[in-house]
């Protein structure tokens, strides 16, 4: 599975924050990895240097084996805060596609 992580001007996309987000989605869907071949991850502040409530946008497009890609969207306060919403609702979409493939 290839992370590979895009931000816009707004935001910084130094190491540090390439880590945790590339730490983040390694953890967050080891077990599902075997269906995914790659996880596009898009950070950008909508407000730009304004400040704002849940300006920071994080859309997660995972590109899967054999199937469409899904992509998500989270707002929230922070980068890491729209990280990981953005992560809890990948993993729900992963799960209900692969469990109703495992029904049939």
Same mark, same amino acid.
């Given at each position: 599975? &290839? =992370?590979?992580?895009? &931000?816009?001007?707004? =935001?910084?996309g130094e190491?540090?924050? +390439?880590?945790?987000?590339?730490?983040?989605?390694?953890?967050?869907?080891?077990?599902?990895?075997?269906?995914?071949?790659?996880?596009?991850?898009?950070? #950008?502040?909508?407000?730009? #240097?304004? &400040?704002?409530?849940?300006?920071?946008?994080?859309?997660?497009?995972?590109?899967?084996?054999?199937?469409?890609? =899904?992509?998500?969207?989270?707002?929230?306060?922070?980068?890491?805060? #729209?990280?990981?919403?953005?992560?809890?609702? +990948?993993? &729900? #979409?992963?799960?209900? =596609?692969?469990?109703?493939?495992?029904?049939?």
């Open positions: 599975m &290839t =992370i590979q992580v895009n &931000t816009d001007n707004n =935001i910084l190491e540090r924050l +390439l880590a945790y987000v590339n730490a983040t989605i390694a953890d967050e869907l080891a077990r599902v990895s075997d269906h995914i071949t790659r996880i596009e991850v898009h950070i #950008s502040d909508e407000n730009g #240097s304004k &400040t704002g409530q849940n300006d920071k946008r994080c859309m997660l497009e995972a590109r899967l084996k054999n199937r469409q890609p =899904i992509a998500v969207t989270s707002h929230e306060s922070t980068v890491e805060k #729209s990280v990981g919403e953005a992560l809890d609702k +990948l993993k &729900t #979409s992963m799960e209900t =596609i692969y469990s109703q493939l495992s029904d049939h």
